[in-house]
């Protein structure tokens, strides 16, 4: 392993974050050439495959006679190996072999050869790609154990809470053989407990919170003072401001799911925001939805549902400036107007209840379109949350005033060291090299797959789409087989739970009204007999782990009911079965009415497909709905893919506005 490598992770400063480079025209050019070759180059295999893993089989044998004791005392003595002469490959395979020691005596878990290639992988930081139920959550442990013995603090980042406390309490005995010390951070944890956890070797926390965090640190360092600086105003005593940051820098972070946190999340700005004193009246926002009410799609506005977006047309913004304001103008001008109609269309036209948001105790929570959870500390900007919220028949909230903002593309860029593991990466590979300089690296698994894909079925109506699903429900629960079904909104999953019930079929559901129950929920799906319906099943974080006698009836069968705005996710759903060498079977039930293929093909296209699916040939309309969804699917990539370019775009662009006017972020 390299010297730079260890240069990165073993850093030194008060606040050690890496600085954005700005990239001219080459840059951007060789970022563009490069990431088209970047799925394609695979890295070589000595730095973690068998001759490293040979290694740490030959020091494992050494350190395994060591007492408790021992292996504490050779840990401090490893670290002062790496921090002195850089992360070499015996030393780092000691380090692994120390730690899987540790594991197997106190978690009673010994790693596995493909974890500790997975290991090595985001030691190198890159990405490993490994198959849902292979164990991701113990394989963090050796790079992080391994950085933090040098000094170097570590963020191990996951998708939301309980993942973040379950992960720190089933791995902390290992830190702790270790002589390392581990935090948690969580929502609603006061500044003095959030400092006790940043400041421990190892950090469990989610995206959300580290990202804010960050924010509240750059707010206080707005002017950017150097470490020598920083340690001077310590002189001030607990009043400084380097007693009132709360992390300790950006030097290494471990990410997981990382296709989720570092792609899918990339399409939201992370804003912090403050009350005015003085927000828009209530009122204006009424009248501006009335307004919107009142004007007609195609005359008045268009609306451009692929892209999620909506345009006042040269008619509407005449009745807009013709519209009684007389209680607004006080409050707006002409083009605030114009925003706050558009704003109110959107909130009539493009969100919807119970799959963009809910609303709960009288206030509406967003619903993360990609993990089906709640956001309840979110909300929409530009008037457009308050707007929904008239919509809903809820009272307002203020509106707030930006304090301040970054994308996760740029938050990310700016830790010295940036590792991930997912089991769905390579079809994001050239986007994660392209902004992060993340390569993906796909490990085999530990036993043989032993999952089969059945046969897409298609129809032409979502009425026979859901009786056919209900159908194969019927049938496979006849057989005793666990069975999970994939919906891709609360509606949805509200609506085959009622055909479920009036079938006589006991069942449970997942979604963002029982995320409280979600972890039992998905734990117990693989139990005989078990009916699992969950709306979005990327990044739950939870094995499904098959019942006694469940392997013999041909393991956990995965219905995913809608094609998902990305293959991946998809693919995360079907990864539910047929975890560690399990049996287990998946299969894709569509229709020409998914708001997917309605939403990204031309009706002209869909009419031969249903007419084909309507008529006595045999599977010519199975493959035309299949080639559809697909088509749907990758156009639906490439919109994602364009929003998160311009989203940092326009990010780079607000930095360097605000910095050329004395402020930061």
């Not at 005989?528 to 099943?537: D, E, H, L, S």
Request: net charge positive; hydrophobic share 40%.
């Amino acid at each position: 392993m390299s010297r730079d490598t260890a240069n990165a992770l073993i850093s030194a400063g008060i606040y050690p974050e890496r600085e954005e480079r700005r990239e001219n025209w080459l840059d951007r050019l060789e970022t563009g050439l490069s990431a088209l070759v970047a799925p394609w180059v695979r890295p070589g295999r000595g730095r973690f495959g068998t001759s490293m893993i040979g290694r740490i089989d030959h020091h494992g044998a050494e350190i395994g006679r060591l007492t408790d004791p021992e292996i504490r005392q050779t840990g401090r003595e490893i670290g002062m190996t790496l921090r002195m002469e850089g992360l070499r490959d015996d030393a780092v395979a000691r380090a692994f072999a120390l730690v899987r020691e540790a594991a197997s005596r106190r978690i009673g878990m010994r790693h596995f050869d493909v974890q500790l290639s997975g290991g090595l992988v985001l030691l190198n930081g890159m990405v490993a790609e490994m198959e849902t139920g292979e164990g991701k959550t113990l394989t963090a442990t050796l790079p992080a154990c391994t950085a933090a013995l040098t000094g170097t603090r570590v963020h191990i980042i996951t998708v939301n809470d309980y993942l973040a406390g379950r992960d720190a309490a089933l791995m902390g005995p290992i830190y702790e053989a270790l002589g390392l010390t581990v935090g948690v951070v969580r929502q609603g944890m006061d500044p003095a407990a959030r400092r006790a956890a940043y400041a421990c070797d190892v950090t469990y926390c989610t995206n959300k919170e580290v990202a804010f965090d960050y924010l509240k640190d750059r707010i206080v360092m707005w002017d950017r003072p150097s470490p020598m600086r920083l340690q001077l105003e310590r002189l001030y005593g607990e009043s400084s401001r380097a007693n009132r940051l709360l992390m300790r820098g950006l030097s290494f972070a471990i990410v997981d799911e990382a296709d989720s946190v570092l792609i899918d999340e990339a399409r939201t700005p992370l804003i912090i925001s403050t009350d005015p004193g003085a927000s828009t009246a209530q009122n204006v926002y009424r009248l501006a939805l009335n307004l919107a009410a009142s004007l007609t799609a195609g005359d008045d506005f268009s609306i451009s549902e692929s892209e999620r977006n909506v345009e006042l047309r040269d008619r509407g913004k005449a009745k807009t400036e013709g519209f009684d304001w007389a209680e607004a103008r006080a409050w707006t001008n002409p083009p605030q107007r114009q925003e706050l109609v558009r704003q109110g269309l959107s909130a009539l036209y493009l969100f919807e209840r119970d799959k963009h948001y809910l609303v709960r105790d009288g206030k509406v929570q967003i619903i993360d379109e990609y993990t089906g959870r709640l956001m309840p500390d979110r909300s929409w900007e530009l008037g457009l949350h308050q707007l929904i919220e008239i919509k809903e028949g809820c009272d307002p909230t203020s509106r707030k005033d930006t304090l301040a903002r970054i994308s996760y593309q740029r938050f990310f860029r700016r830790y010295l060291r940036l590792a991930g593991m997912t089991g769905t990466a390579r079809e994001v590979a050239r986007e994660l090299w392209s902004i992060y300089r993340l390569r993906v690296v796909p490990l085999p698994t530990n036993r043989p797959l032993r999952r089969k894909g059945l046969p897409s079925r298609a129809f032409d109506t979502e009425r026979r789409k859901w009786e056919a699903v209900v159908g194969t429900i019927g049938q496979i629960h006849g057989s005793g087989r666990p069975i999970l079904v994939g919906t891709r909104s609360v509606g949805s999953s509200e609506l085959l739970s009622g055909l479920l019930n009036r079938a006589g079929l006991p069942h449970r559901v997942l979604n963002a009204e029982q995320d409280r129950q979600e972890a039992e929920i998905v734990a117990q799906a693989g139990q005989r007999g078990q009916i699992t319906v969950a709306t979005n099943m990327a990044g739950r974080g939870t094995d499904i782990r098959l019942g006694p006698g469940v392997a013999e009836l041909g393991g956990l069968h995965v219905i995913a009911s809608e094609r998902s705005e990305a293959g991946r996710i998809d693919r995360q759903l079907f990864g539910r079965c047929g975890r560690q060498g399990d049996p287990g079977t998946f299969q894709s039930v569509l229709s020409l009415e998914d708001e997917l293929i309605t939403t990204h093909v031309k009706t002209f296209l869909r009419w031969p497909a249903a007419a084909l699916l309507r008529s006595p040939l045999p599977l010519g309309g199975q493959w035309a709905c299949g080639l559809l969804a697909l088509m749907a699917q990758r156009s639906a990539e490439r919109l994602h893919a364009r929003l998160r370019r311009n989203l940092l775009r326009l990010d780079t662009q607000m930095e360097d506005a605000l910095a050329f006017s004395g402020r930061l972020e």
